[in-house]
């Protein structure tokens, strides 16, 4: 095989109509190795000999779309340290633009051996983790132009691509589920009819289901679990995981765009996949730890102010690079529209503070593709000072909290509540008015994936999350919701009368609220959970 040496730029596998290029960056790495993953199991490992600024890189002339991947890398492994290289694990490409296969879970795909977390685990992983695969950028946009349509003229509608066509009686089976289903003509009919103007789509990146869930028998459904940054998730693919996601994806966008839908993605930059330290080594901790995760002082274990057990070093210029260099892929190749940061706090918090003119708030900021671009903040995390509603730059609109609250309070009754409602209906000037930002600055909603749907917010005054397994103690407990009468389902004639008036009540709110409106999924036609609150692993 012809190894010559490459690039360091761009990462990740770049196909060029004759060859590719392989780039990946480890400071940690003494040594590491490309591995060319064949159907029948074995692998070619070509050492990446060339180092610029480590990255490691070459070139193989003849490698195609379509083929799977991996690196292994050899260096040390000391966890009390901060690294946690070992080469028997097969790792992914942090710049992968497609990810094949699933993870089967067991010790193989762990660093260590269960029960001895500072030990080396020296199982292959290989056979049973998930490859990257070399993609074929070209693709035919034709006329495809971003709708960029104003904020005052838009109409957001949160969704899931799985769960907005899985059950559609007007789709054809083997296009539920999908991205080919999400941009189907019945589909695409009723958006258009209901007047949204944006679809923001729940993690569209490649997420991992959590081992501790699958051993339940249940499943990461949200999809707020990514590890990779690049490539659409691949199970939402009617055919193939060999690149096949990408082209169906973009063929999504396109006809979506055609229709004068904008594509929003909700975005997962705050943590990955890979968990705490006693997590599985599937990409960032085998390549490089100590650079993309913040660690303690004790470095064998991870901050953690995202509730997942790890958070992204935001000081760190190679993760900084990383994600910025994700947003403009997806802009400039996928063609979407803008993106929706989920626990945007976490981004801010270079050190350990929440910081408004952090680093990567300054990237954004004098990006020219990102900042010309829908940027929604979630503006809150779990850690210290985490809940910051109405404090992110001038650039952003956030997910507003405050509104929700209020209008819930409002409508169920709450004493005293009028004058802050009618603040929140004239655009929260309290919060963004001091900023130089407009009413426009709130992206207003009174449900969303998290939490009731609206059925069960005038349905139910307790959540019923017992079939998440964690004895209902998961999710919000205080709902401001109100039951109209009677807990959960009812053939009640006058409660179900109030409970559709109170429906229609919340909506019209929202349509007549200064700011941007933004509907959560089949809330127009009353959706139930069932009065789960928290339906993060319930993909059924």
Known sequence: MQVWPGHAYPLGATYDGAGTNFAVFSEA???????????????????????????????????????????????????QNGTRCNSAKLLLDPYARAIAGKIEWGEAVYGYPFGKPDARNDLDSAPHTMSSVVVNPYFDWGDDRLPRTDY???????AHVKGL?????????ELRGTYAGLAHPEVIAHLTELGVTAIELMP?????????????????????????????????????????????????????????????????????????????????????????????????????????GNSLLMRSPHVLQMIMDSLRYWVTEMHVDGFRFDLAATLARQFHEVDRLSS?????????????????????????????????????????????????????????????????????SDLYQD????????????????????????????????????DNRDGESHNRSWNCGAEGETDDPEILELRARQMRNFIATLMLSQGVPMLSHGDEFARTQKGNNNAYCQDN
């Not at 005052?152 to 949160?158: A, F, K, L, M, W």
């Open 152 to 158: 005052h003229r838009t109409v957001i509608y949160e």
């Open 29 to 79: 790495a003494h040594r590491i190795e490309l591995c060319l993953l064949h159907d029948d199991g074995s692998e070619t490992a070509v050492e990446l000999r060339e180092s610029d600024a480590f990255v490691r890189h070459a070139y193989l002339p003849g490698i195609m779309p379509g083929q799977r991947y991996g690196f292994r890398v050899h260096g040390p492994y000391e966890p």
């Open 360 to 428: 990567f708030f300054d990237l954004v900021q004098q990006d020219p593709v990102v900042s010309q671009v829908k940027l929604i903040a979630e503006p809150w995390d779990v850690g210290e000072g985490g809940y910051q509603v109405g404090n992110f730059p001038p650039l952003w609109t956030e997910w507003n909290g405050k509104y929700r609250d209020t209008v819930r309070d409002l409508w169920r009754g709450e004493p005293r509540t009028l004058a802050e409602f009618a603040g929140r209906l004239t655009g929260s």
């Open 204 to 308: 569209v990146h490649q997420f991992v289901q959590d081992h501790r869930l699958a051993d339940m028998g249940l499943a990461n459904y949200w999809g707020y679990n990514t590890i990779g940054f690049f490539a659409p998730h691949n199970t939402y693919a009617s055919w193939g995981d060999r690149g096949e996601q990408v082209l169906e994806f973009k063929q999504a966008v396109k006809a979506l765009h055609q229709a004068g839908i904008e594509v929003i993605l909700d975005v997962v930059y705050n943590h990955t996949a890979e968990g705490n330290h006693l997590g599985p080594t599937l990409s960032f901790r085998g390549l490089d730890n100590a650079s993309y995760y913040r660690l303690t002082d004790d470095q064998r274990y991870y901050m953690d102010t995202t509730g997942t």
């Open 435 to 470: 900023d130089g930002r407009r009413p426009l600055a709130s992206i207003n909603f009174t449900t969303c994936h998290d939490g009731f749907t609206l059925h069960d917010m005038v349905a139910y005054n307790e959540k019923r999350n017992d079939a998440n397994g964690e």
């Open 165 to 173: 066509t899985m059950l559609h009686p007007a789709l054809p089976p």
